[in-house]
C-alpha cells in the first residue's frame, strides 16, 4: 500500500459544479497535513493547510478524518482558474514529508 | 514571488559532467529541501537539512551530493548521472518547527524548480 494515495482523474467538470477529492494515508502517526495546488510545468503552491477541526477559505474546504485515514478537498463552484493538479502532502514525524501523486482538476466552461 | 529562487532554470548534461544546482531562500525558514518530480510520479524527498544538518536522507545515490553552507542557501551537486535522472529538481524551505497537535506547520514553499535533462 502507498504511503499516500489519491485518485488520479482526470475530474471534469462544469463551471459552477462542487467537486471533492479525497486522499488516503498509511501512517497513523502523521503529525501534518496539506493541500497544493500545482499547475502545469510549475512548482507546487500551498492551497491550505489541514486542521484537525476542519478549515475553510472562501470556496475551499478541507477535513480531516483521523479514525479513516484521510483528507479531503470540497471546491464549491468551480472557476476556469481551478484547472490544476491538487496535491496533498502528509508530514510524518521529524521532516518526513510524503506527496501523493496528485489529482488533475479540468473546469470547462 | 521571490520567496524561493532556484538557478539554473534549465540544465543539459552529459553523463560525465560535473554540475550544481543552487537554492536561496529569504523567508528566514530554518529547514531546506531537495525534492525530484518526475513524470508522471508523486514528488520524492530527497535530502532535508534542518539548522545546516542533514536531516532526512531518502536513498539518494551518490551522484547525487547536497550541501548547506547556511540556512538561506542550498546546493545539489551532481556528477556521473545517467539519463533516469532527468527530471525537475524542486528546492522548498520551511521555517523548521515540529506540529504541535492539530496545528499543521511546516508549511514550504517551493522555488521554481530545475529542469534537467541529461543527455
Known amino acids: 500500500r502507498k504511503e499516500v494515495e489519491q485518485d488520479p482523474g482526470p475530474f471534469n467538470v462544469p463551471e459552477g459544479a462542487t467537486v471533492a477529492f479525497n486522499c488516503t494515508y498509511s501512517?497513523?502517526?502523521?503529525?501534518?497535513f496539506f493541500w497544493y495546488r500545482q499547475d502545469c510545468r510549475k512548482e507546487p503552491k500551498l492551497l491550505m493547510s489541514?486542521?484537525?477541526s476542519g478549515n475553510e477559505d472562501g470556496r475551499f474546504t478541507a477535513q480531516l478524518n483521523r479514525a479513516s485515514q484521510y483528507i479531503s478537498l470540497l471546491i464549491r463552484d468551480s472557476k476556469l482558474s481551478d484547472s490544476a493538479t491538487y496535491l496533498c502532502?502528509?508530514?510524518?514525524?521529524?521532516?518526513?514529508?510524503?506527496f501523493g501523486a496528485g489529482t488533475r482538476l479540468f473546469v470547462k466552461a | 514571488e521571490t520567496g524561493v529562487t532556484q538557478t539554473p532554470r534549465h540544465l543539459v548534461m552529459g553523463m560525465t559532467n560535473k554540475k550544481s544546482l543552487k537554492c536561496e531562500q529569504h523567508?528566514?525558514?530554518?529547514?531546506m529541501y531537495w525534492y525530484k518530480q518526475s513524470a508522471k510520479k508523486p514528488l520524492e524527498l530527497m535530502f532535508v537539512?534542518?539548522?545546516?544538518?542533514?536531516?532526512e536522507n531518502n536513498s539518494v545515490p551518490s551522484r547525487f551530493s547536497p550541501e548547506c553552507p547556511n540556512s538561506s542557501h542550498l546546493f545539489l551537486h551532481l556528477h556521473t548521472l545517467q539519463p533516469e535522472d532527468s527530471a525537475l529538481y524542486l528546492c522548498?524551505?520551511?521555517?523548521?518547527?515540529?506540529?504541535?497537535?492539530?496545528?499543521?506547520?511546516?508549511?514550504?514553499?517551493f522555488g521554481p524548480g530545475t529542469r534537467l535533462t541529461v543527455l
Open positions: 522548498a524551505s520551511s521555517q523548521g518547527f515540529q506540529a504541535a497537535e492539530g496545528i499543521p506547520t511546516d508549511t514550504q514553499y
Open positions: 501512517n497513523s502517526a502523521s503529525q501534518s
Open positions: 489541514v486542521y484537525s
Open positions: 502532502v502528509v508530514i510524518s514525524g521529524g521532516f518526513k514529508t510524503i
Open positions: 523567508l528566514g525558514h530554518n529547514a
Open positions: 537539512y534542518s539548522l545546516e544538518e542533514r536531516v
